[in-house]
């Protein structure tokens, strides 16, 4: 590793050669009416234009940013007219969150691109090949002959090397960024950089420590410009990066590059890329030792996903076969398909704590059995999912000539929503089961009283439901099967209804940042949470229940059909940093790993955290700058979170094994 270079980068110098954009594109654009597609391209020329050339010392992969953040295509005013037009738009209104045939551009080069493109395709690869002439230029005054020599070759023809793959790689996915596209992923990055890796090999032009030396330095351009992307907090920026996995013929992927990549990410302790590991039985056990190394690491990654569970759940969407085996990971956790899906894997989120709550406020009092309450559950649960089909069926992205050549075909729309507090509600309908209907030791109205008054006068009521009913996570049947019913209920909800685009709607176990925000939404509820205190972060279990360990864990969360829910969700585990002090520890979480994988998991995720550590952080930030946690899926420096996201990851129960 170069370490100057990793230091100067590290400790943000590079800013230094920012300058700050005082152009108002969309002042500009709004006066003279230009339409949607030739803002972007514009703007992308002009931001491309007014990139300076900067070559870092020792640097093999160049491109730096030296613009802050641009202004918008579109006033206010115009996007509260786009809004009111469509109804809904999603997020930010640009492309995001979609993975790009990188491995076919790459191939082919840029000349051989601009012959199969549009006219605003045409323009913003000229500005792309003007900055990357202007940076050989650059190269070879400085006397940088290899770099020149790469930007001789790639972007304009097809790349030859793995050194000019990874430049061309960093070139398509800067330009997506300055276009105004956003959580550009990675893809299966080990699959289709393999050939120029292993060529180099064969052709002696590279040893593996010398190829693993510029994957390092490649994995350091992910961090140059990251502070500028967008995202809900500072860090959650979409780039993901699929390793391993199964082919088309069932046939394991982990290669040497699978292997370097770890390695690397492991050595530069950096935010990005975020590194996540497909599985399956058939995935040997040294590829969990190594995914167990960068565990311990603290880097909150890898995260794993199951091709045996997601592949045929793909399939059964609607997916096609060697489409569903080349699945990735997009910004956070949700599968979809590089180079041809185009779906929103992030439209929205069931809150299901919220449905228990009003099915309870409204149905508990008349309900002669648990079971006759219960149906009332489903129906709520079914009809609002399907309530969200008919406000989310259209979603515009403003024109981006870039992603419209990099996903060529637009063969996959569906639409994904995540599914918040899953713990939380199974937790409250086993807490009704066993104290109003079974023991009848709390009645409806003394429940509802409860509920409405945040537990303030009967603090008995709240240690009874908090403490003393089952919780999800103990491997108990008795609230295992309400989860299982209660997901079922929601892909029952979403079935058979399409969106504007012909596209189905799937269900997830995930919940972005929504336990927080759903979260603040309802008040007081059955499982003994008081109002205002946060839902567990996706797939996992309440913030106060008492587990086991995390074997109970994996138990109850693989008991429900995930492969009915698989837009995406990670059972998520934090486990104590001082764990990794044991010498078996590696070997321990490398065979919890796979146990969730045999046992049918779908998606995992672990944090290796230190509760006093990230206190100590909070009252003194610049001795913690480096501190890595997991948040929802995605990693961050721990001090660059707004502290409601601090103090959730503190208060996470932490595991051993």
Not at 71 to 77: A, G, M, R, Y
Not at 267 to 272: A, F, G, S, V
Request: proline share 4%; hydrophobic share 40%; with cysteine.
């Amino acid at each position: 590793m170069n370490d100057k270079l990793y230091s100067f980068i590290l400790h943000k110098k590079h800013h230094a050669y920012r300058r700050e954009v005082t152009e108002d594109f969309a002042a500009a654009y709004a006066a003279a009416g230009t339409p949607f597609a030739e803002r972007m391209t514009a703007r992308f020329e002009k931001l491309m234009a007014m990139q300076e050339p900067h070559i870092l010392e020792g640097e093999q992969i160049v491109l730096l940013r030296t613009t802050g953040k641009p202004s918008d295509v579109l006033t206010e005013q115009e996007w509260a007219a786009y809004r009111a037009e469509h109804g809904y738009v999603h997020e930010l209104g640009y492309t995001s969150n979609l993975c790009g045939d990188y491995a076919r551009i790459i191939a082919m080069g840029l000349d051989a691109l601009r012959a199969q493109t549009d006219d605003y395709g045409k323009r913003e690869i000229d500005a792309i090949l003007d900055l990357c002439d202007r940076y050989r230029s650059e190269a070879e005054r400085v006397g940088r002959d290899d770099v020149a020599a790469v930007l001789t070759n790639v972007p304009r023809k097809g790349a030859t090397t793995l050194r000019e793959a990874l430049q061309f790689f960093r070139i398509l996915h800067f330009a997506l960024w300055l276009e105004g596209c956003y959580h550009n992923t990675v893809g299966r990055f080990d699959q289709y950089m393999y050939p120029y890796f292993a060529g180099d090999l064969a052709a002696g032009r590279l040893t593996e420590a010398e190829a693993e030396s510029l994957i390092e330095d490649f994995f350091l351009s992910f961090n140059k410009d990251s502070d500028l992307y967008p995202g809900v907090q500072q860090g959650d920026n979409g780039q993901s990066m699929v390793l391993g996995g199964c082919n088309a013929a069932g046939e394991d992927c982990f290669n040497a590059l699978s292997a370097i990549c770890l390695r690397a990410s492991k050595k530069l302790l950096m935010i990005d890329p975020k590194i996540n590991l497909r599985v399956s039985k058939k995935t040997p056990i040294e590829v969990y030792r190594l995914g167990s190394e960068l565990t311990k690491a603290g880097l909150g990654f890898p995260q794993y996903s199951n091709d045996d569970v997601v592949i045929p759940a793909l399939e059964a969407m609607g997916y096609a076969h060697e489409d569903a085996c080349n699945y990735v990971v997009a910004a956070c956790w949700e599968f979809i398909i590089p180079g041809c899906g185009y779906d929103i894997v992030n439209a929205g989120a069931l809150n299901f704590p919220a449905v228990v709550n009003k099915t309870v406020a409204t149905k508990l009092a008349d309900a002669a059995s648990f079971e006759a309450f219960m149906d009332e559950v489903d129906t709520a649960v079914k009809a609002e999912a399907t309530a969200m089909t008919a406000m989310k069926s259209a979603a515009p992205f403003l024109p981006s000539p870039l992603m419209d050549m990099l996903i060529p075909e637009r063969r996959y729309r569906n639409f994904g929503f995540h599914g918040t507090g899953i713990a939380s509600a199974a937790d409250a309908l086993a807490a009704i089961k066993v104290h109003v209907f079974d023991k009848k030791n709390v009645t409806p109205a003394r429940l509802l009283a409860g509920l409405d008054n945040d537990f303030a006068t009967d603090p008995e009521l709240l240690h009874l439901l908090r403490y003393e009913a089952p919780k999800m996570g103990c491997d108990d049947d008795e609230v295992d099967a309400l989860a299982v019913r209660l997901l079922d209920d929601y892909a029952d909800g979403l079935a058979g209804h399409k969106n504007a685009y012909g596209g189905i709607y799937r269900a997830g176990t995930g919940t972005a940042m929504y336990y927080l925000w759903h979260a603040a939404e309802v008040g007081a509820t059955a499982d003994g949470r008081r109002k205002g205190e946060p839902f567990g972060t996706n797939f996992s279990p309440n913030l106060f229940a008492k587990i086991d360990g995390p074997v109970s864990v994996i138990r109850s969360f693989t008991k429900p059909h995930t492969d009915r829910v698989c837009n995406g969700g990670p059972l998520t585990l934090e486990f104590a940093s001082s764990m990794f002090n044991a010498p078996d520890s590696i070997d321990k979480l490398a065979e919890l790993v796979r146990f969730f994988v045999q046992k049918g998991g779908h998606q995992m995720q672990l944090n290796a955290v230190n509760a006093d550590k990230m206190k100590a952080a909070q009252a003194d930030p610049e001795q913690y700058a480096q501190l890595v946690v997991r948040i929802w899926g995605w990693s961050a420096y721990f001090v660059e979170l707004d502290k409601e996201y601090q103090d959730h990851v503190i208060a996470r129960q932490e595991y051993t094994v």
